[in-house]
């Protein structure tokens, strides 16, 4: 499908960037929305190196008009809107902020396709945060949504105006319920590389030891370059649908630590309880790990794992990579960053 033009809107993020990456082996053009920063240095590109093959198109989601301009001028075959303030904890922190740009967002580049380019097919980045405190196990398309943050409640907003898009307008708007995913280009605040960063500079002797929060809270991780795949494939389907793309395992934090300090070389023991509980490099009695209720949520969601059975029966997608593997991965990158000095997100 040669001159395929691809819109992505949060092209810097984990998810856009990778998404840029595939497009870009595919032979697309791609657009890459960015919000003008005063350095200008889009590190997770630069990562993949393929900052320098991005049309960057600046639009900010709180502003309509940026976002009309984008659509108009670019008439893409497909947009992705990637962008969105995604880390739960801080959406307390602005919550009418996060609506406006995770919510309402969304509803301007729905309306900017409807007016100005009704043939460009969309997608939007719903998540599993919509499911929230909801008590079915595991989760599909048709469970009950129960959100519990801003950034659940605002991203259901979107979800559901993706769907009136869909529904009353005849547009090609399409959802994806993603379960968390992570990679080498995860932000650092996310639990995940939180992780396997600090193991790579405790390796290293440039931190003593990590801080957590819950240890027994649970999630469903996956590997994000394949989650891109099935975002890709959510577009290119016949119809326009909504897909929850997930494993369908769920792990402990304390499972994903265990896993990664054995990667850095160390036997942890585990120390106490709650509040209380520490790890133990069990060779030297050093504590590795100390609960620290700062990083506690203010509402834990319910148990969340996906069934991606309706994704794989209509679109062939499947994740492959084991949580091992995939912190094997992340490991490994942040360990070459800190030797080099370079861990820039
Ligand atoms: P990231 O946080 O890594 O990236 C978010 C992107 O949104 C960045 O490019 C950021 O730009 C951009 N952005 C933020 N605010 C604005 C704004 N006002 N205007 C324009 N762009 C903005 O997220 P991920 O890549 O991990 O996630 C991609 C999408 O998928 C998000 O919508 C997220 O909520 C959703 N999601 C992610 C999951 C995951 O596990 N990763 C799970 C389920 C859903 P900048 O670089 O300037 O900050
Ligand atoms: P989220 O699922 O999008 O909120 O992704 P996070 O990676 O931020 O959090 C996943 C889970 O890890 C949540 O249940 C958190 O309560 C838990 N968690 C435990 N300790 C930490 C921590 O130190 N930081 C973060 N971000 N999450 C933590």
New binding site residues.
Partial sequence: MPNRKIFI????????AYLAKKMLTEGYTVYG???R?SSGI?HRLNDLKIADKINYVE????DQESIIRAVKDTQADEFY???????VNSSWNYPAYVSQ??GL?ALYILEAIRAHSPETRFYQ?????LFGNTQESPQTESTQFNPRSP?GVA?LYAHWMTKNYRDSFGLFAATGI?????SPL??SE?VTRKITLAFARIAQGQQDLLEIGNLDARRDWGY?EEYVDGMAAILRNGIADDYVLATGRTNTIRSFVEIVSKLAGFDLEWNGHGKAETGLNRKTGKTLVKVNPEFYRKAETFQLVGDPEKARRELGWACKTSLQSLAELMYRADYDRVTANSVHF
């Fill in positions: 809107a949060g092209v810097t993020g984990q998810d856009g929305g960015v919000r920063t889009y639009i900010d989601l709180a809107n990637l962008a969105a303030l995604s880390f740009i995770d967002g980045a719903s998540t599993s945060e950034y991203k993603l379960f968390n995913h992570e995860r932000g996310f994000a």
